[in-house]
């Protein structure tokens, strides 16, 4: 039986349309999936929405909706987005869902029993005309960070979760797994901020609104929300309901893909709340960073607004997310800019490895009717040190994938297909095909240079999908075992391979103008 693997994203708020900021934290926990899956590992992931709460209350009035029928609007929406993405998640969790209240009702249930649970009172910063709570951090300039206006100090009674009982555990826990978050300065920030100073119990109810599960002692508070939100990855697979075989199966989470803001709540909270409930921890909660553009954050006041459909619809979903995985930082915000994006389709996508694609095809065809017999051993420096770079590009991509540094195992890909352009300048086939006696030689030119991107099509599956088949096709390979990761080190597989009579190139060169300025005007507002 292979071993599983079970990989979640966080739970997007329904509260408005998707920008390439969510894209990205699915997209990246999507190609992680895929490449597990190609390694032969029985994968689930799990993605969703995360639906109650005061903020999804007030889009949903703006827009004349009931609560239920903006979100049953939002999930809709973001199915289609996925499915326009090709997201391969096993399981769409609502909070909504009457599985997921339904345990939730029995997590709570069980942490009153434990004492986990008291009453108490919260206090914060409220604003009348929102409704709404802020802490002093949220603030901005002291007023009301949504509306402006003026907020009060406030009190209310309240539920809260006993943190300070689990700190010296939580502590102990991460002597013991201090590689539990990566990149390591995000659990350094947690530590600073929130565990070094002493545990906050955390408030987990509120009483001025009413969109959210009830609590089972008290209905007239409704949990609030996080507690809520972070069992998703849990009731998803059946915990606490009738059938609890996929969570017998595949919990522990072996990755949690969360961003860097609500670490906080998964490095801290989360693993409180497990251990409460008895139950095992995640393997690995990797917080990546964010999205940024040249103006700072991502805003449609600011009119700076990038959807991925924008980018999919103009240059095809591969090189969205060729972009998306390719320039984003494992540990720092990257800022996305038009000129960048135009920039890396013309050099790494249509220069590097659809020309690669397209000259290889011609001299197959021009030099050998387009066939590929088979391999003839590695003739000379070049060819050896083209099958050289392959396994040692190979070996380095699968290390950083395994360490969930994407955009460098990315770019060891395309250290192949350099090396792979490089050996053709060197190989010099027009030369070859030009001398009777270098005949063999020519022949293995031509092996190593589709073999060689047999494997990078292996290699960008999780990533490119649509653009690996495509390879595939005009090398003429259809054998699935030529197309699997097990035969990815093997240099000697080719037998018979004809290649189609005229190469279609995968990514045409972009008007770096026309196309920045493409992308400009449709940044909405
Ligand atoms: N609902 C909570 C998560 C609960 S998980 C139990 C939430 N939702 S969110 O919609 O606000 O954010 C979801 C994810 O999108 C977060 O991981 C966040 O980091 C990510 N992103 C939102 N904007 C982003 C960028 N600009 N760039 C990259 N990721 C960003 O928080």
Redesign the pocket.
């Given at each position: 039986m292979s071993k599983t693997f079970y990989i979640t994203?966080?739970?997007?708020?329904p509260?408005g349309k998707f920008?390439?900021?969510?894209a990205?934290?699915e997209v990246l926990t999507d190609s992680i999936k895929k490449y597990k899956k190609l390694r032969g590992f029985d994968t689930f992931m799990l993605t969703g929405l995360?639906e109650h709460g005061q903020k999804i209350e007030t889009v949903a009035k703006k827009n004349g909706l009931s609560n239920q029928e903006h979100v049953d609007n939002m999930a809709q929406e973001a199915k289609k987005l996925w499915k326009l993405m090709d997201i391969d998640y096993d399981y769409f969790i609502r909070t909504t869902d009457e599985k997921h209240c339904k345990a939730v009702e029995k997590i709570v249930t069980k942490f009153l029993e434990n004492g986990d649970i008291y009453k108490g009172v919260y206090e914060d910063w409220y604003c009348m005309p929102c409704e709404n709570y802020f802490t002093s951090t949220q603030l901005i300039d002291g007023k009301c960070p949504d509306c402006g206006r003026e907020v009060q100090k406030m009190k209310e009674e309240a539920y809260f979760f006993n943190m300070k009982k689990y700190e010296s555990w939580l502590k102990d826990f991460y002597n013991k797994n201090p590689n539990f978050i990566v990149p390591e300065s995000r659990k350094n920030e947690i530590f600073k901020n929130f565990i070094d100073p002493g545990l906050e119990d955390l408030c987990i109810s509120r009483s001025t609104f009413d969109w959210g599960i009830p609590m089972p002692n008290d209905k007239k508070h409704v949990l609030y929300v996080?507690l809520d939100?972070?069992t998703?990855?849990i009731t998803a697979l059946g915990y606490m309901s009738d059938d609890e075989t996929l969570f017998n199966k595949y919990w522990p989470a072996d990755l949690q893909?969360?961003?860097?803001?609500?670490i906080r709540?998964?490095g801290i909270y989360w693993p409180i709340f497990l251990h409460a409930l008895g139950l095992e921890q995640p393997k690995k909660i990797y917080a990546?960073?964010?999205?940024?553009m040249k103006d700072g954050?991502?805003s449609k006041s600011v009119g700076n607004v990038i959807y991925p459909e924008t980018l999919i619809s103009r240059y095809s979903l591969d090189a969205t997310k060729y972009y998306l995985l390719r320039f984003m930082n494992y540990s720092q915000d990257s800022i996305f800019t038009p000129e960048d994006f135009v920039q890396r389709y013309n050099f790494d996508l249509c220069n590097d490895l659809s020309n690669l694609l397209n000259r290889t095809i011609a001299m197959v065809n021009k030099y050998l009717n387009g066939t590929i017999v088979e391999y003839i051993g590695s003739l000379n420096e070049f060819d050896k040190s083209l099958e050289e770079c392959s396994s040692i590009q190979i070996k380095k991509f699968v290390e950083k994938m395994e360490n969930i540094e994407v955009s460098d195992a990315l770019k060891e890909i395309w250290v192949l297909i350099s090396r792979t352009n490089k050996y053709i300048d060197e190989t010099q086939p027009w030369i070859l095909a030009k001398d009777e006696s270098k005949k063999e030689e020519l022949a293995s030119t031509m092996y190593h240079l589709v073999e060689s991107l047999r494997k990078i099509a292996i290699l960008i599956y999780p990533f490119m999908k649509n653009t690996s088949e495509n390879m595939f096709n005009q090398l003429g390979i259809e054998d699935e075992s030529l197309k699997c990761w097990d035969s990815i080190n093997d240099y000697t597989l080719l037998k018979n391979i004809t290649v189609v009579k005229k190469g279609i190139p995968i990514f045409m060169r972009l008007d770096m103008d026309k196309e920045v300025q493409y992308i400009k005007d449709n940044m909405k507002c």
């Open positions: 994203t966080p739970i997007y708020y509260s920008h390439i900021g969510t990205y934290c995360d996080w939100a972070l998703n990855y893909i969360v961003g860097k803001e609500i709540f998964h990546h960073s964010w999205i940024v954050k991502m």
